[in-house]
């Protein structure tokens, strides 16, 4: 998900007033002043006890065991790794990188995720929500434009309560939600007027294939309900006189081998149902990692002439 990447492109033009330097307020601090981050905090751990905080809706009491959670998470996030990231796009790395932090496991098992260790296996360790918002704020002390919080729709709960530590302490950057995009509105209701820049996936165009290759059922519906949610809370994606991305929806698309993303699907959808200045961020940089083997379609990289021809449907 994250790495080098060739990628189409459209930075949405901001209002010149949204340009200047020094006026950019992270969401969060409006609803630290009001109380109200505080109170989402307090909510979204209510939700732990019935877990409905992501679209597989377990509904497992996550206090007490992580048994039948498809993210085997409790109720302390598990972190991979915390560090200045350089290879996320442009608006994102600028120049001294993208404060990302690595949730272990993941709602999805995408059979050619290519950091399986971590989304299938749980390398990392178990973080409080203190832990958290001090790795927040070193990221901000390193000089980092941003908080980049790498599959995170099963950690929402701690996310929220280590941001309003944060928050309280001095954390000022920009919030980046950077998800798979199977998240649940409950989640995403949780988040409204807390994230400055949602980066979700748009993996598939094909429910059939969501399934087959992902393991997770009606992918495309809550995919595409999710990214009309991240869009009616943040619009398009606002990039400053730096270069630097603000608020807005980022989409990425993985092109996968033999047309089994469904590029045409995806883009027509978010040109025609969300915005013709979507900024997406078409990868090809697609391997065959885990167990892709396992499916001939996917045992091989893309050809040259397959994203070529993604670039131009995209663009079409």
């Given at each position: ?7 189409l ?8 007033d ?20 505080a ?22 009491d996550?206090?007490?065991?992580i ?6 998470t ?10 200045p ?31 399986w260790?971590?989304?299938w ?11 958290l ?24 709960a701690?996310?929220?309560a ?11 950057l920009?919030?980046?939600y950077?998800?798979?995009?199977y ?6 209701t949780?988040l ?8 979700p ?13 992902s ?30 991305a ?14 089994a ?5 995806v ?5 025609e ?11 090809g ?22 994203f070529s ?8």
């Open positions: 998900m994250n790495s080098a990447m060739a990628a492109s459209v930075d949405v033009g901001a209002t010149a949204s340009q200047r330097r020094g006026l950019f307020e992270p969401a969060y601090l409006r609803l630290l002043r009001s109380g109200e981050l109170e989402r905090a307090r909510s979204a751990r209510q939700h732990l006890k019935n877990c409905d905080l992501c679209a597989r809706y377990c509904r497992v996550r206090r007490r065991s048994r039948g959670a498809v993210c085997r409790g109720e302390r996030a598990v972190v991979y790794s915390a560090t990231h350089h290879g996320e796009e442009d608006c994102l790395r600028g120049r001294r990188g993208s404060g990302t932090i690595f949730f272990s496991w993941c709602n999805l098992r995408c059979v050619y995720c290519q950091n260790e971590i989304a296996q749980g390398e990392g360790e178990e973080t409080s929500d203190e832990q918002a001090e790795t927040m704020l070193r990221l901000q002390a390193l000089g980092c434009h941003n908080i980049n919080l790498v599959t995170p729709s099963h950690v929402v701690q996310i929220l280590a941001v309003d530590i944060a928050a309280q302490r001095g954390l000022r920009p919030l980046v950077n998800t798979s995009g998240d649940s509105p409950e989640a995403l949780l409204d007027g807390v994230v400055d820049i949602y980066m996936d748009m993996k598939y165009g094909d429910e059939i294939l969501a399934r087959k290759y393991h997770v059922r009606d992918y495309v519906h809550v995919n595409r309900e999710a990214v009309r949610e991240m869009h009616r809370q943040v619009g398009d994606l606002v990039v400053n006189a730096d270069g630097l603000e608020r807005g929806l980022l989409v990425r698309h993985l092109v996968l081998p033999n047309g993303s469904g590029v045409k699907t883009t027509r959808f978010l040109a149902e969300i915005s013709p200045d979507t900024y997406l961020n078409l990868m940089q697609y391997r065959p990692c885990h167990r892709a083997s396992e499916h001939a379609e996917l045992d091989r990289k893309i050809a040259c002439a397959e021809e993604a670039l131009a449907i995209a663009r079409r």
